[in-house]
């Protein structure tokens, strides 16, 4: 028989084993931070997945989750989760101050918070609540500014020259379509289907966007006279209905398929393309970024960007914000992705010896000086989305047959007016 002492010794040992195994899990369990993120395709999203693979494995203690999803997510999913009170921890973010309700500040769980002053300091007001000028909530991923691109191949081919900087929308436009029959080339013109591009050209125009006491106003004879030429664009075949008419409301679109396979002429994006570009279109064609083309009022594109925010606050949220915020892997990231940086005192080596990534590059930083008031004034506008929507939604619309640009107009801003009181009250 066996000896009752030595199975309660076994016993005994057994659940001091079996303890001390729990207590370790406990003791070693990793802290969850998990990161919702939409990137330009590979371009952008194997070097954050590479950063976040090198975080992990330096720190044990925390598990990075990156979940990669595709942009509308980010603009149309995070708002419902985080409503909901769900979400992630931090998030890729292009409505800077439209979800600025649901930021985090993590200052207290940063080694340095001045450092995120003196690097990003301009764009924290960004996505700061009105107000509030202490508040870290993130730091810029890139920075942007929307302009032109031409298949400056193309031009040649045609035997038409560039236009230089001063050159008029209705300038680019008359070029465009002669290149476009000069080739066989189906689409003279195409722009990203989004208010925030459609912006700086309206601000160019003389749009102001808002009153003499800085709230909203949106439709003015600035906005009329780009949309109306948008309008009439599409209506003439300058721009293909194809394209917009694709999608509804106030849905993006990027003409990024008919641009790389050379069948357009002139394409309004901006300068997160550049990577894209390079990566995509090669050197099947030259791709050249131009100056933003002029109205009456000024030469202007949009600022903006995306930023990696906070939901959550504690420690864990701190160190990976400290980690991807830091000169050496924002630096590592920028350089591969050919972005512009949001950081201030950045030095860059972009890798890459494609001459017309490097041409864009130097034409977008060379952009940002000239970028006017009112384009800063309406990127930093906690309510921008809301009259970016109305814009894309209503013109959409009309250029559909749906309804007049009178119309498109007066819905415009009712459709801003509603939002703001469903918002604010009143």
Excluded at 142 to 152: F, Q
Excluded at 393 to 401: E, K, N, T
Aim: aromatic letters at 10%; glycine letters at 8%.
């Amino acid at each position: 028989m066996m000896n009752f002492k030595f199975i309660l010794k076994a016993i005994s040992v057994a659940l001091v084993s079996f303890s001390l195994t729990l207590i370790s899990a406990v003791s070693f369990a990793a802290t969850d931070v998990r990161i919702m993120w939409y990137g330009d395709g590979d371009k952008e999203n194997v070097p954050i997945a590479a950063q976040i693979d090198e975080f992990n494995a330096a720190n044990p203690d925390i598990n990075v989750i990156l979940d990669i999803v595709p942009y509308d997510a980010i603009m149309n999913t995070l708002p419902i989760q985080l409503a909901a009170g769900e979400g992630p921890d931090i998030a890729r973010v292009t409505d800077l101050g439209g979800l600025n309700k649901y930021y985090a500040d993590i200052t207290p769980y940063v080694a340095d918070p001045s450092y995120y002053e003196k690097s990003f300091g301009p764009f924290l007001n960004w996505y700061r609540k009105p107000g509030d000028t202490t508040s870290i909530h993130g730091f810029h991923s890139t920075m942007t500014v929307t302009g032109p691109y031409v298949n400056k191949t193309l031009f040649e081919q045609a035997g038409v020259d560039l236009l230089g900087p001063g050159a008029t929308w209705e300038e680019w436009a008359a070029v465009s379509i002669e290149v476009a029959e000069k080739t066989g080339t189906p689409i003279p013109m195409a722009w990203d289907r989004s208010g925030h591009r459609v912006s700086g050209p309206a601000i160019s125009m003389g749009a102001k966007y808002f009153d003499s006491n800085g709230d909203p106003k949106l439709v003015d004879d600035g906005l009329k006279a780009m949309t109306q030429m948008l309008y009439d664009w599409h209506q003439a075949g300058t721009m293909s209905k194809d394209l917009w008419g694709s999608v509804s409301g106030s849905k993006y679109h990027a003409p990024n398929d008919w641009w790389n396979a050379a069948e357009v002429v002139f394409m309004m994006s901006g300068s997160w393309q550049i990577g894209r570009f390079a990566n995509e279109v090669g050197d099947d064609f030259d791709w050249w970024a131009v100056p933003a083309p002029c109205g009456p009022a000024a030469c202007t594109g949009m600022p903006g960007g995306n930023a990696l925010l906070a939901f959550n606050a504690n420690p864990a949220v701190g160190k990976v914000m400290d980690y991807l915020s830091s000169k050496e892997q924002l630096s590592s990231f920028i350089g591969q992705v050919l972005a512009i940086p949001g950081h201030l005192d950045l030095q860059v080596d972009y890798q890459t010896d494609d001459p017309n990534a490097k041409h864009a590059l130097n034409t977008f930083a060379g952009a940002v000086p000239t970028i006017d008031q009112v384009a800063f004034d309406l990127q930093a506008h906690v309510d921008n989305r809301i009259m970016f929507n109305a814009i894309i939604s209503r013109l959409g619309q009309a250029i559909v047959g749906e309804m007049t640009m009178e119309e498109a107009w007066t819905r415009m801003d009712e459709d801003v007016e509603k939002q703001l009181k469903e918002k604010y009250g009143g």
